[in-house]
C-alpha cells in the first residue's frame, strides 16, 4: 500500500514512519540532501496562503521569547495574552487556546506576521540542516502541510516496495 497524503489513519502514519526510516538508512547527510532539495521544490508550486493548514490544524509551541515578541507586537501584556490567547498543554508547553490560531486572518495571512513563533517562522522545519534529528516533525507535519507531503511522495519513490 502507498502512502496517502488525504488520509491521516494509523496505517498511513505507520506507513510515513516507515518511508522516513528506510531513507535515514542513506545517513544523515544524504537524508537531510534530499529533504532539503524537496523543499525547495516543494515551495516552487506550493503557496502557502492557498493552504493554511499549518495555522487551521495545530498550534506551535510557544517559547517565553515567542510570548514577550508577540506582546510587545501587539499591544497586549504577557498576562493578557496567556489569559486571551494561549494556554498550556498536556506536555507544559504554551500553545495558543484556538484553532485556527487567533491571529489567522480569514484570508489566511498572518495578523502577527513580522513578529510570529520561531516555530511558525521555521514550519515546516524541512529547510534544516540535519533532518534525522527532527524526522518526528517531517512524520508529524506530513498531514498537515502539502510541502511534506510531496517529500514524503519523493522519499517513497526511492524505494517504492516498501
Known amino acids: 500500500m502507498k502512502y496517502s497524503v488525504h488520509t491521516d489513519s494509523a496505517e498511513n502514519r505507520q506507513k510515513v ?23 525547495e521544490e516543494a515551495f516552487k ?13 495545530h498550534s506551535p509551541i510557544l517559547l517565553q521569547s515567542d510570548l514577550e515578541r508577540i506582546a510587545k507586537g501587539t499591544g497586549l501584556s504577557i498576562t493578557q495574552l496567556l489569559t486571551e490567547k494561549v494556554e498550556m498543554d498536556e506536555d ?33 522545519h524541512s529547510d534544516r540542516k540535519s533532518q534525522s534529528e527532527i524526522s518526528d516533525l517531517l ?16 522519499l517513497e519513490n526511492i524505494h517504492p516496495g516498501i
Open 139 to 154: 512524520e508529524e507535519n506530513a498531514f498537515v502541510c502539502p510541502a511534506i507531503s510531496q517529500i514524503i511522495k519523493t
Open 92 to 124: 507544559g508547553d504554551f500553545i495558543f487556546n484556538q484553532q485556527p490560531c487567533p491571529f489567522l486572518g480569514e484570508d489566511l495571512y498572518c495578523s502577527i506576521y513580522e513578529f510570529r513563533p520561531d516555530a511558525c517562522a521555521e514550519f515546516p
Open 17 to 39: 514512519h516507515d518511508i522516513v526510516e528506510n531513507a535515514k538508512q542513506l545517513g544523515d547527510e544524504a537524508f537531510t540532501s534530499l529533504v532539503n532539495q524537496g523543499h
Open 45 to 57: 508550486s506550493i503557496d502557502c496562503l492557498s493552504c493554511g493548514n499549518c495555522c487551521s490544524k
